[in-house]
């Protein structure tokens, strides 16, 4: 008789990015591979024990081999923890570990223009906004964009087009702030 394996969808590059607080309160969560959601707040746990007990003075990569579910063997943890927050994101072994510290870094620096020195509370009320910015550098598991100029650009025009639908679904552009029409992320102002 023979064995007739099952056919595996193919694996991401990434995973899964987590943005979690000091607490392991997550704040952004992005799966791009299918997860229940159980073990998607299992992996969320998972996530934070494992970078969050390690030492500032190691590098900032890991294997993910202690993580629940099917992530364990054959997964990456490469993370930067910034003031607050854990940037996370969960990769194949055979993944860039710098690479993907640079898109990190990509990330957030496209946040802090976008919110003008970015916070965890606008991660909290803008979190369709951080999903935006994430969908224009990631998309799938798949890295699309890593120039910040060519994401902003993309953030500045959608930003454009929903004033400009606004603007034509009967809403007085006068009414806008000042400040708001001033500033090139206005979509994005608090």
């Known amino acids: 008789a023979v064995r007739q394996r099952r056919a595996r969808p193919a694996a991401a590059m990434i995973r899964g990015i987590f943005i ?3 607490y392991g309160q997550p704040r952004c969560v992005k799966f791009y ?4 959601e159980a073990q998607q707040q299992q992996l969320v746990r998972d996530v934070f024990l494992a970078v969050s ?3 500032e003075n190691v590098c900032n990569f890991m294997s993910g081999d202690r ?3 099917a992530w364990g063997k054959g997964t990456k943890l490469i993370y930067r923890h910034y003031a607050t927050l854990f940037f996370v994101f969960a990769c194949e072994e055979t993944e860039s570990e710098l690479g993907i510290l640079d898109l990190i870094q990509v990330f957030v620096e496209t946040l802090d223009k976008c919110f003008e ?3 965890e509370l606008d991660l ?3 979190a369709d906004k951080v999903h935006y910015i994430l969908d224009e550098i990631v998309m799938g598991g798949l890295v699309l964009e890593t120039n910040m100029h060519d994401i902003l650009v993309a953030i500045n025009e959608t930003s454009r ?3 400009a639908s606004k603007d034509s679904n009967g809403r007085d552009p006068s009414s806008a702030s000042t400040v708001a029409s001033k500033s090139p992320f206005s979509f ?3």
Request: overall charge positive; aromatic content about 4%.
């Open 161 to 163: 087009l929903e004033k």
């Open 67 to 69: 993580l629940s579910g």
């Open 20 to 22: 979690i607080n000091n």
């Open 53 to 55: 007990k390690r030492s």
């Open 33 to 36: 591979e299918t997860v229940s």
């Open 117 to 119: 020195s970015v916070c």
């Open 124 to 126: 909290i009320f803008h």
């Open 188 to 190: 994005m102002s608090r």
